[in-house]
Each structure stands twice: as structure tokens, then as C-alpha cells.
């Protein structure tokens, strides 16, 4: 019985050893020196991001950058940068998506770096990336990716249905549907997902809805949801919903996979990071899609939205702020950092230098050497969306409320008019200020 | 608490010829019912861990392309290769810590319970129904909760992003407290407790050589109950820790998420490294179940 104990104690003592071997080496790269550089901490969701922090170390004697790779997803890496804010163990610099710059800075975690030289950049980056980093005077981050829309779709299968030409405008989008569903009751030309709160955002983005603006000199909050705008939206999808021309399965399901496979879902409006998707979603499709700008509602206009993007903030909190911007700035307009960026993590860069790079200009084999990048880079987004200071709350009930619509069969814009109830109520409970 | 087998336990003491009986009732209605039952409850929890497994052979667009609950191309090997290399091997660093992480804190609570709980059960002292009462209340909080509140105290000592953040809170366990006491009454006879104190025995002695021995198919249990806690706790590392260098597999599974930004698309490492961290714990369950049935059901009858 005495040796069970023995061994036990003796491997709990060696574990117990290992353990404060690797706290001594995590210590050692932690930055808690007061003389030498300036230790920053940035955090990223982003794959592969350290290589670029050891490029600004190199060439930044006084700063020392370490880069942090996190946990991605909205309802882990946002309460993480909160409550990390709230205890003061804060990153310096942190990646921030466009669509929750507002939530945080409600929540008093970003720094507006206007005053450390933001806007002397401002004229490197696409003015629709810059205007999701600014409220008024204030500067809350420098864009680092955008996500422009264009569609997606199978030529083949348009082909297939006897059509020529991809859809220049919505209208010719919704003669299709009826074409590519006839080719058999599984057809669609699209599907329609109603948990998708991000992609039907980015659609009334492109018909010109702003749902949210902010008057800065009351501070106080304008909604317009339900806008002519929002609802002409609505009603050209519930037309397609009523007569059964678009699938409603759920974006980045499996069946959804499968579908795009296939060809029974024959295009998908997307973002320029949707690329990553089809190509890896239907590896074996190579050589049937092509891209074309997105079906326009006036036709010979170029007016496109946007699906994702972020930027890199500097976060409340920080004891060297000045240096965090620098490091930012550096970020996202040093050619060496963002051709890491665009060659090996992936970014279709909110820097215009950096669109010429041959990353993005160079003809994409799997799209029959189209250059799909092009069509994203002209894509026109208006710089005119403003995302909501509880955006968390916001898709929670958009998703709940259009869900609900699909699947009762009702009305797509009374689901409209019942969030713009809801978002005010939502504001008014965390005390923010609305303008009715 | 524990009715049903407190009669069944009488039933077969009073009739123990009827034990042949047994047998033949096995194929009566009711039995067939229950297999059924037991039968379907059987799929319901290994389907997903079928899936995991099935899905652990396929590429990305097998995954989504393909028939969930059969194979497709297999990818297996690749996907090992890749999951153990990808960001210079950080997966394997991941695996390290997960089981530094469960293994000493699995053990350090299972100690501490048992001694809490020992003293709980067999020694007399004023505030004791007290103290049991509050390690019950503490059973009720769901960990999740204390998240947040652990991060702000680590803060204020300095402990974030250590493995101290995550090790120190797993110690304490009310539930492991409150089945240690229960073992205690039970398997710690006070006659043999006092037939040591008679031998001279000193009070640290009793618990460490004579108590404990008896005490094990508990200890196991506990032991079971702490490290399965550890290894799947999510929100408790999510906050503490911030290196990569430091999560334990599941934190560092979600840095491999989807992220848009990124053309890299990782499902197939996420599936197999999912598949790759609970096979230590069906290992665990599988050598140690004959400790933990008996310590289960010592609890159930005793309680």
C-alpha cells in the first residue's frame, strides 16, 4: 500500500516540477520589466501573426511587440477583451472586428488614436474601411481586412439553364431563380438563410439602409430598421421565398456544403473572403465558378456592401497608448507586414497600396483563372453603414425574429418592424440614448 | 436519496433462493423494455462520438460534402500529420498543458476533498453541520459563474495568464467534498480508527495509512469527477489565460476557428484534435471503472 502513495507523490512531484519549469519560461516572456522597450501585447484571431511582430521588434528597438493568437468567435474573444479591460490586464493593441467597434466602444475598451497620428494614414486605406473606424472626430482603430460583396456562382449550372450572362441587376437575379429551378425541384439559385443576420445585413447595406447613425453631438442613437430601403430588401426576398425559387438552409451547414457541391445551390452573394469557402467547401467544383459584382437594384449602377472586416484598435487600459498606435499604424501600412498579411494570413487588405500586390491581382486557378480579386477591389461599398453599440443583442433578435418569419410564413418586414420595437427597447435598457 | 436500491438490497437479502429466478425474468416485458431503453440511450451517446470519429478520416470538403455517419476519402493520416505539425506543433504544447492541468489538479482537489471531507465525517468540532451546510450550498453555484470573479481575484495577485489560473481554482471541488464525507462515514469504521488511536497512532497517521487505503475506490471517483471537470472547463481558461503557449486543448482548438480573414480553413484539424482529446479521458474511464463503479455505488446506497 506504502508504494501506491510513493509513486503517486513521486510522479505528482515531478509534475509539480514541470509545472513550474514551464511558468518560469512563460514568465520570461511575459512583459513585466520596467527598463528596456516598451512591451506591447497585441491579440489577434488571425492565424500566423507572429511573424510580423518579430519583423516591428527587429526594426522598433525601443517597443517590444508580442502577438497573441486568441480564441476566435463573437461570444468568446469580445467578453474576453471586455472583462480583460474591466480587471486592467488589458492587450495593448487588439484586432477588432468593423461591426463591433461601436459595442466596444460603448463599453469604454477602445482608445481613440486620432490624437497619436491616425489621420495622417488616413489617405492609404479604401474610404469605406476608414469610415467603420471613425465617429465624428474620433479615430477608434486602422482598417486591417474588408470584406466587399460580389456573387458567387456555377457557370455551369447557369449554363445549364440557358443562361448567358450572370445577373447584372436583381431583377434579371430573380429571372434566373425561376430558370435555375427549372432544371429540377432541388434547383435553387441561391439560398436565402435566416440565421445569416451578418450576410442580409450586408445586403441592406447595398441598398443603400443605414440602420444605425449616431448624432455625436447629443451622443444619442438614430435607428431606422425598418427603412423604404430595409423593405424593399424584404419584400424582393419574400417574393422568392413565396414562390419557392430560393433554398433556406442554413449558410456553412453541411447540407449547405453539400448544395454548393452539387450545384442544387448554384451562386452564393458573398464577401471576397468567401473564396476560402467555395474553394474548400467544393474542392471538386474547380474550374466551374466564376465571380461576377453583385446584381445591382438600379441597373448600370456599381453599388455593392460589405460582410465582415476588421481593424486594429488600441485598447483602453494601455500605459503606452502613443506606442500602440505606432505599432498599428505600422501594422497596416508597412509593405512587408501586409504582404504577410495578404500572401500567408489571408486578408483582402483595407490598404490600397497593397490591393496592387500580386497576391491580389494575379488570376485565381480554381475560378478558371479569373481575376476575382478585381471585381472585389471595384466593388463600390458606400461608406454610409453604422453598426449598432449592442450588436451582440441586435443579431440575437435580428435571428430570432427572421427565423421565426421563415418559418410561420410571415411577413419578412413585419420581422423588420418587430426588431426596430425590440433594438430600441434593447437600447433604452442599457441605458443608451435613442432619438426617436 | 437513494430508494430503489436500498430495496432492492432488502428484497435480495430476504429472498436470496430466488436468485435463479433472475435469470428467467430477464426476457419478461419489462426487461425487454428496459434493454430497449438502455439500447437507445446507448445510441444517443455514442453517436456523436461516431460522428467525431468518422468525421476525424475526411478533408475539408468530405466534411461538408459528404454523408456524415460514413466515410468519404480517407484523410486520417494526413489530418493526424497535420494537426500535430500545424503552427509549429502548438497542438501537442496544448495536449501537455490539458493534462498538466487535469492530472495535478485532478489529484491536488481529490487530496484536499478527501481531508476536508474526512474531518467532516469523523471528527466533532463546533460549526461542523455549519460547514457541511455552506460545501453543499457551494455544490448548487455552477462554476461558470465564479469565471469572472476568479479572474478579477488572479488579477489582483498577479496570477493571470499563469498556470496558476487555472490550477488554483480547480482545487477546491464542494462536490468532491461532500462524496468524501459520505465515503468517510462509510468505509472508515470509527472502531478501526480507534482500535489505531489504541496503538498509539497519531491523528495524521490514522488518516494517511489507515483511512485512506479504505478510502480509495472514493478517492478514485473523485479523482475521476475533478479531472473530467478540468478537462472539459472552457470558460475558466477562456478568461485567466491569454498565451497560446499556455491553453489547454480546447482553448487552443477555438484559435483555430473559422475566421474570415484568413484563406486557411481548419475543420478537418479541429475534428481531429477534437477526436485526438477525448481518448485520454475514455482511457482514464476504461482502466480506473472498476474503482469508480464501486465508488458510485457506495455512494448511491450510503447517502
Known amino acids: 500500500m506504502r508504494s501506491w502513495y510513493t509513486r503517486v507523490s513521486l510522479g505528482l512531484a515531478i509534475l509539480l516540477g514541470v509545472a513550474t519549469i514551464l511558468t518560469t519560461l512563460a514568465a520570461c516572456g511575459s512583459p513585466s520589466q520596467s527598463s528596456g522597450p516598451v512591451q506591447l501585447t497585441f491579440w489577434s484571431f488571425n492565424q500566423q501573426i507572429t511573424e510580423q511582430a518579430a519583423i516591428f521588434n527587429r526594426t522598433h528597438p525601443n517597443i517590444h511587440v508580442t502577438a497573441l493568437k486568441e480564441p476566435s468567435g463573437p461570444n468568446q474573444y469580445y467578453p474576453k477583451v471586455i472583462s480583460s479591460v474591466n480587471a486592467g490586464n488589458a492587450p495593448d493593441v487588439a484586432l477588432i472586428e468593423y461591426q463591433y467597434i461601436p459595442t466596444m466602444v460603448s463599453n469604454g475598451a477602445l482608445v481613440d488614436i486620432s490624437q497619436y497620428g491616425a489621420n495622417s494614414v488616413k489617405s492609404q486605406f479604401a474610404s469605406s474601411a476608414w469610415s467603420q473606424v471613425t465617429r465624428g472626430s474620433a479615430v477608434y482603430g486602422i482598417p486591417q481586412d474588408t470584406g466587399p460583396m460580389g456573387l458567387f456562382y456555377r457557370k455551369d449550372i447557369f449554363q445549364r439553364a440557358g443562361i448567358s450572362s450572370p445577373p447584372a441587376t436583381w431583377a434579371e437575379f430573380a429571372q434566373d431563380a425561376v430558370k435555375i429551378h427549372s432544371l429540377g425541384p432541388n434547383y435553387y439559385i441561391t439560398a436565402f438563410p435566416p440565421s445569416s443576420t451578418g450576410w442580409l445585413q450586408s445586403l441592406m447595406w447595398q441598398a443603400g439602409a443605414t440602420w444605425f447613425s449616431i448624432d455625436t453631438a447629443h451622443n444619442a442613437w438614430k435607428v431606422s430598421i425598418n427603412s423604404a430601403a430595409s423593405k424593399q430588401v424584404a419584400a424582393y426576398w419574400q417574393d422568392l421565398l413565396n414562390r419557392g425559387l430560393v433554398s433556406t438552409v442554413a449558410d456553412f451547414s453541411n447540407d449547405w456544403g453539400a448544395a454548393l457541391d452539387k450545384g442544387t445551390i448554384a451562386s452564393w452573394p458573398s464577401a471576397v473572403w468567401g473564396q476560402g469557402v467555395v474553394t474548400s467547401d467544393a474542392q471538386d467544383t474547380s474550374g466551374k465558378w466564376a465571380v461576377s459584382p453583385m446584381p445591382q437594384w438600379t441597373a448600370g449602377a456599381n453599388v455593392s456592401g460589405m460582410w465582415g472586416g476588421s481593424a486594429i484598435s488600441v485598447i483602453s487600459g494601455t500605459k503606452h497608448p502613443k506606442e500602440a498606435a505606432e505599432f498599428a499604424e505600422w501594422y497596416l501600412t508597412n509593405t512587408q507586414s501586409l504582404t504577410i498579411g495578404v500572401k500567408e494570413i489571408g486578408w483582402f487588405p483595407a490598404n490600397l497600396a497593397a490591393r496592387s500586390f500580386p497576391e491580389v491581382t494575379s488570376p485565381n486557378p480554381f475560378f478558371s483563372n479569373q481575376v476575382i480579386d478585381t471585381i472585389f477591389a471595384n466593388a463600390n461599398v458606400p461608406a454610409t453603414w453604422t453598426w449598432p453599440p449592442d450588436l451582440t443583442t441586435v443579431n440575437k433578435d435580428m435571428g430570432d425574429d427572421v427565423n421565426s418569419a421563415v418559418a410561420n410564413k410571415t411577413p419578412l418586414s413585419g420581422a423588420l418592424d418587430q426588431l426596430q420595437q425590440q433594438v430600441i427597447q434593447d437600447l433604452h435598457n442599457n441605458n443608451i440614448n435613442v432619438e426617436s | ?303
Open chain 2, 1 to 303: 436519496m437513494a430508494t430503489t436500491p436500498l430495496d432492492l438490497d432488502q428484497r435480495s437479502r430476504r429472498e436470496p433462493e430466488n436468485q435463479r429466478l433472475v435469470g428467467a425474468r430477464l426476457l419478461s416485458t419489462k426487461n425487454i423494455a428496459a434493454y430497449i431503453f438502455l439500447l437507445a440511450l446507448t445510441v444517443y451517446f455514442l453517436t456523436p462520438l461516431y460522428w467525431l470519429a468518422i468525421s476525424a478520416t475526411k478533408n475539408n470538403t468530405d466534411l461538408f460534402s459528404s454523408f456524415g455517419l460514413w466515410f468519404a476519402h480517407f484523410n486520417l493520416w494526413q489530418n493526424l500529420y497535420e494537426t500535430f505539425t500545424y503552427g509549429n506543433g502548438e497542438y501537442v504544447r496544448w495536449i501537455i498543458n490539458t493534462a498538466l492541468y487535469a492530472v495535478v489538479g485532478g489529484f491536488l482537489s481529490m487530496l484536499i476533498s478527501v481531508m476536508a471531507g474526512y474531518a467532516l465525517a469523523k471528527y466533532n468540532f463546533p460549526g461542523r453541520s455549519l460547514v457541511f451546510t455552506l460545501v453543499l450550498g457551494a455544490v448548487l453555484v455552477p462554476p461558470t459563474t465564479l469565471a469572472l470573479p476568479t479572474y478579477l481575484l488572479m488579477s489582483k495577485v498577479h496570477l493571470t495568464n499563469t498556470y496558476w489560473a487555472v490550477l488554483l481554482p480547480a482545487l477546491l471541488s464542494p462536490v468532491g467534498v461532500y462524496l468524501a464525507r459520505v465515503y468517510a462515514t462509510a468505509a472508515a469504521p470509527d472502531d478501526i480508527l480507534d482500535a489505531a488511536r489504541v496503538d498509539g497512532a497519531g491523528e495524521f497517521r490514522i488518516f494517511w495509512q489507515v483511512a485512506l487505503p479504505l478510502l480509495r475506490p472514493g478517492l478514485i471517483t473523485i479523482f475521476l469527477f475533478q479531472f473530467v471537470a478540468i478537462w472539459n472547463n472552457f470558460f475558466l481558461p477562456l478568461v485567466v489565460l491569454s498565451d497560446p503557449t499556455l491553453f489547454p486543448i480546447n482553448l487552443g482548438l477555438a484559435t483555430w476557428n473559422f475566421d474570415p480573414a484568413s484563406h486557411e480553413l481548419l475543420f478537418n484539424l479541429i475534428v481531429t484534435g477534437s477526436l485526438i482529446s477525448v481518448l485520454p479521458l475514455i482511457v482514464m474511464f476504461l482502466v480506473l471503472q472498476r474503482y469508480w463503479r464501486a465508488g458510485l455505488a457506495f455512494g448511491s446506497v450510503t447517502g
